[in-house]
C-alpha cells in the first residue's frame, strides 16, 4: 500500500531552537494516528508544516505520491489536507450555519446551488452533534462546542486528511465519548492525524501512536507497545519506576 502522507528529514528552526527536527514520518491511508508528547516536543509545529500553516527549513512533505513541500494552504486543502481551524478562526458573530457554510462553499461543484450548499451544511452539523444550534452566533457556543464547530468546518471540507490538533481540550466528559465516536465515523472516508494530550482517548481511537520529543521522534507503535515503552513512559507518561 502506498502511503497517503511521508515526512523526509522535516525541519523547522525558531531561531536556535528546532520545534521540528528532521523528522521522517509515514501514514498510510485509513489510520487514526494519535501525535502525543510533552509540552514544547513539537507536535504543532509538525502539523502545521503539514498543512502549510508554516513553511519548513528543510526536508519534503508529499502527500498522495507528490511532493507539496512549496504549496499554500489553500492549495493543500483542494488536495484534500484539512486542518481544524484555530479557535479564533470560528467567527463569532456568525451563525454555526454560516461558519460551515464558509468551507462547503469551497467544495461546490455549482456555488450557486442552496440545496447542494444547505446539504453539505446540515450533514458536518448532524455528523458533529451541533445540528440544533445551526441559528445560534458562533461565539456564543460553549468552548467545547466551538472546538466541535471547527472539526465541522474541517469535515465540510470533505478531506482526505483530516488533522485534529487537541479536538477534546474543553470538552464535558459526557461529550468525550461521543467525540470518540465521531472520529471513529469520520475514519471510514478520512485518515485522520490527531494531537491529543488526554490519554484515555488516545489509547482508545488511536491504530497507531506517534510519541515526540524534543522536536523529534522518540517512538512509534500501537497503543500497547507505547503504553509498555520504558523511554516514552520516561519522558512522557512520567511513570517509569
Ligand atoms: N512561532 C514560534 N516562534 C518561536 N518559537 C515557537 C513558535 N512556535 C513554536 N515555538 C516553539 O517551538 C517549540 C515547539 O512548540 P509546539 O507548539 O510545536 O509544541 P507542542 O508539542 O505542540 O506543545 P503543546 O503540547 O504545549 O501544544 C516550543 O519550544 C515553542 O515554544
Redesign the pocket.
Known amino acids: 500500500m502506498t502511503p497517503l502522507l511521508t515526512t523526509k528529514g522535516l525541519s523547522r528552526s ?1 531561531g536556535g ?1 528546532r ?1 521540528v527536527d528532521k523528522v521522517d514520518f509515514t501514514l498510510m491511508p485509513g489510520e487514526i494516528r494519535a501525535v502525543i ?1 510533552p ?8 502539523v502545521s508544516l503539514i498543512s502549510g500553516r508554516i513553511q519548513p527549513s528543510s526536508g519534503a512533505i508529499v502527500f498522495d505520491g507528490a511532493d507539496i513541500t512549496g504549496l499554500p494552504t489553500y492549495a493543500r486543502v483542494r488536495r484534500g489536507i484539512a486542518y481544524t481551524f484555530q479557535i479564533t478562526s470560528v467567527f463569532a458573530n456568525l451563525s454555526v450555519y454560516d461558519n460551515v457554510a464558509l468551507p462547503v462553499q469551497l467544495t461546490l461543484s455549482d456555488r450557486r446551488s442552496k440545496a447542494e450548499l444547505r446539504a453539505g451544511v446540515i450533514s458536518a452539523l448532524e455528523r458533529t452533534g451541533l445540528a440544533d444550534r445551526t441559528h445560534m452566533p458562533a461565539g456564543q457556543l460553549s468552548y467545547g462546542h466551538q472546538r466541535l464547530l471547527e472539526v465541522a468546518m474541517g469535515l465540510a471540507l470533505k478531506p482526505r486528511l483530516l488533522i485534529l490538533d487537541e479536538p477534546t481540550q474543553g470538552l464535558a466528559d459526557s461529550e468525550i465519548d461521543n467525540f470518540i465516536e465521531l472520529v471513529r465515523d469520520i475514519a471510514k472516508s478520512a485518515t485522520v492525524l490527531l ?1 491529543e ?1 488526554n490519554m484515555p482517548v488516545v489509547m482508545q481511537l488511536a491504530d497507531r501512536i506517534t510519541v ?1 520529543n524534543a522536536g523529534r521522534i522518540l517512538a512509534e507503535g500501537t497503543p500497547e507497545a507505547i503504553r509498555e515503552n520504558a523511554a516514552v513512559q520516561d519522558a512522557y507518561l512520567g511513570t517509569a519506576p
Do not use: E, V
Not at 509540552?39 to 509538525?46: E, I, M, P, S, Y
Open positions: 525558531f531552537l520545534a508528547g509540552n514544547g516536543a513539537g507536535k504543532t509545529t509538525f494531537i494530550h515526540f
